[in-house]
């Protein structure tokens, strides 16, 4: 069993903790409006107020400037300009500089004296905390830019860690418990370090066992230790996000600028937001720790789940809260297309408001593209944006919808025409709930893989071939499969469908421009699903085999490009076509509506110079399209199936069917479907 040495707590006050030299954030603030310049609003003289403490990071001069100053010691007079700089080339230093804290307390991780226990943990827990270097760098990490892209490059390498640093940051606001989850991840994962580790992990779940619901710092004060208050009183000024945050997940700040009388005002706005991804097996088995950590503080967990996956998996999800001492309440809703409407989502916001969700309170949604869908966008709009963590359960939802921040809902006869950009906290793509899912829905599933291989990664269409319809028939290694090489090879094509499709959906978060490689397929496809009644994946396979002939017909691509590309979406049993594009008048009414959505142009994403490169058409007249749309016809009629798809209706694997639902009948005169 995991011990430390017990003794009494260092008598340790603010002034005895020198300074780390680790980049900090500026704390710093000056405004032009305190300058008797009254010159105009296009001069440098301009009034300026920020409304979050400047992204600038400190030299470690101006880091030992201000530690002096917060701990009241001497330090040399200098004007506040000096104390900005510019920010460093990277963070390097941080992951050496955690590692010295955490090995400071390898003298009172003693494995020959007494054992932790309920009745220690909180005082072995304050001896921790009141060793110089653990308040260093607690201090530290309060003021750390963990929203800044150079922070996330410097630790790419370690995951664990950085998650654990942006959750950290806002450690002023936490339990005892929410506290352990994460410092025991910054303990380095070594041999010398890891008696320390243990204890620290038998802490946490000691802490956890108690789910004591007070902050960490107030049961530090209450304990007399207050080497952290000096700093709380700073971060008031300096960074209230990092002590009174309403949500941990983002980050906003601003400028604004005006003139002399303020007749005219200028700003800048900014929102970082972070997110985390995982991909992982057997998520409710109640040893996983995944779900517990994130709700045993919260004490409960307020759920949205697809109907369908609650009467496969509510036992199963019960159990594991239950075995986890963490109370579970379930809002069901219907996850079928047909129902995916404004209602729907009104619906949930209403069972949200019987829940009293709080903002910082993250809700579980559980279930495919359809309950991703509207149980995002209800969380979006409940107190302007709650925090909700995706267990994805189909494949659409695992790689695409569940991550995306695009919440929505269906109307007017048109896909996901209402929304709000709203990601999760928190993806879990868990393939063991594939096994449940009926052949139909794997295989449209797989279409939102084809179409990021396609327009970017070549090795993941590669991996595509190289395993074929064995992942319909094996759903994804999960039924009758123990080839080790090829269970490997599935987890390769979630993996690299998942990160092809972030890397493109998070650098454009607002769809502030239309370059978007992950839209391939998506041009055509969303104004004739709904009439269709197709599944999605067999509407975006249709828009994807018209996307490579249009990227052939203007020499982009080759013919044995093409001709690649249609076979690998035939291989699935994937539509290339419908009836219904027979209708010219239909897939222009769709066209147009797309431009539209896209802000006047059409930039439809399609293969260009060779398969996993991305290239963009942004004129089609209606002449182009109803000729493109006879020869394409003409093309695929050759191919196995004359290119059309198995089970590629909703009602074929079960759904509604959308295409009879009042929401999908648009009402507009100025419509012609």
Not at 30 to 45: F, G, I, L, V, Y
Not at 229 to 252: C, D, G, M, Q, V
Not at 391 to 412: E, H, K, M, N, Y
Not at 618 to 639: D, F, H, P, W
């Amino acid at each position: 069993m995991a011990v430390v040495q017990q003794s009494a707590l260092p008598v340790l006050s603010e002034d005895d903790i020198s300074p780390l030299k680790l980049p900090l954030k500026d704390v710093s603030r000056q405004s032009a409006s305190d300058s008797d310049d009254s010159s105009s609003m296009t001069s440098p003289a301009s009034s300026v107020t920020t409304s979050s403490t400047s992204s600038f990071i400190q030299s470690p001069s101006a880091a030992i400037d201000h530690l002096l100053t917060m701990f009241d010691s001497e330090k040399p007079t200098a004007d506040s300009s000096s104390l900005c700089a510019q920010e460093p080339d990277s963070f390097d230093g941080i992951a050496d500089m955690i590692d010295a804290a955490f090995f400071a307390l390898l003298p009172i991780c003693c494995p020959q004296q007494k054992s932790i226990n309920s009745g220690n943990y909180m005082t072995c827990l304050m001896h921790f905390l009141s060793v110089p270097q653990i308040t260093r760098l607690l201090i530290d990490i309060s003021r750390m830019d963990v929203f800044s892209t150079k922070f996330t490059e410097a630790l790419r390498g370690d995951i664990v860690r950085l998650r654990a640093l942006k959750k950290l940051k806002f450690w002023y606001n936490f339990s005892a418990s929410q506290f352990l989850l994460h410092f025991k991840d910054l303990c380095p994962r070594v041999q010398k370090s890891s008696a320390l580790y243990d204890v620290l992990c038998e802490m946490c779940e000691l802490c956890l066992a108690d789910n004591a619901s007070a902050k960490l710092v107030d049961s530090l004060v209450a304990m007399g230790v207050t080497l952290f208050e000096r700093n709380r009183l700073e971060l008031e000024k300096a960074e209230p996000h990092a002590l009174y945050p309403t949500n941990i997940y983002r980050e906003s700040k601003g400028m604004v600028v005006s003139s002399s009388d303020a007749l005219q005002i200028e700003a800048v706005m900014h929102l970082s937001i972070t997110t985390s991804i995982k991909i992982e097996r057997n998520i409710l088995d109640p040893n996983n720790t995944t779900l517990r950590n994130v709700y045993r503080p919260f004490g409960r967990c307020v759920c949205i789940i697809d109907a369908h996956v609650n009467s496969l998996y509510g036992e199963k999800l019960n159990a594991y809260f239950a075995a986890n001492k963490i109370d579970l309440s379930v809002l069901s809703c219907s996850g079928m297309e047909a129902d995916k409407h404004i209602g729907a989502v009104q619906g949930i916001l209403g069972q949200l408001k019987e829940q009293g969700i709080k903002r910082s309170e993250p809700v579980l949604i559980i279930g495919g593209g359809v309950v991703t869908d509207i149980g995002g966008f209800a969380t979006a709009l409940y107190h302007r944006s709650t925090p909700y963590i995706m267990l994805c359960t189909s494949i659409v939802s695992g790689i695409d919808a569940g991550p995306s921040p695009r919440t929505c809902c269906d109307g007017f006869a048109y896909k996901n025409i209402f929304g709000a950009y709203h990601p999760p906290i928190l993806t879990l793509t868990d393939c063991t709930f594939f096994k449940s899912l009926r052949t139909g829905w794997i295989r449209h599933g797989i279409a939102e893989i084809i179409k990021m291989a396609v327009v970017k990664d070549m090795t993941l269409f590669n991996l595509l071939e190289r395993c074929g319809k064995r992942l319909i028939t094996t759903k994804f290694g999960t039924v009758d499969c123990e080839d080790a090489m090829f269970l490997r090879n599935c987890d390769l094509i979630i993996g690299g469908a998942m990160r092809s499709y972030v890397s493109c959906e998070y650098g454009n978060l607002w769809e502030t421009h239309q370059c978007r490689p992950h839209a391939y397929g998506h041009t055509w496809s969303p104004g004739f699903e709904l009439p269709a009644g197709l599944l999605h994946g067999h509407a975006v396979s249709c828009g994807m085999g018209f996307g490579a002939y249009l990227s052939f017909a203007r020499g982009w691509i080759s013919q044995n490009q093409m001709e690649r590309v249609l076979r690998l979406i035939s291989s699935f049993e994937l539509s290339l076509w419908n009836s219904i594009m027979d209708d010219v008048n239909t897939i222009w009414a769709g066209q147009v509506k797309m431009t539209q959505k896209r802000g006047g142009n059409l930039v439809a994403p399609v293969p260009r110079n060779q398969i996993g490169e991305c290239g963009y058409i942004n004129l089609l007249t209606k002449e182009q399209l109803r000729g493109a749309l006879e020869t394409y016809k003409v093309i695929v009629s050759c191919m196995e199936r004359k290119g059309l798809g198995v089970e590629p209706l909703c009602s074929d694997v079960g759904l509604a069917d959308p295409s009879h639902s009042s929401h999908t009948q648009c009402q507009s005169k100025a419509c012609k479907h």
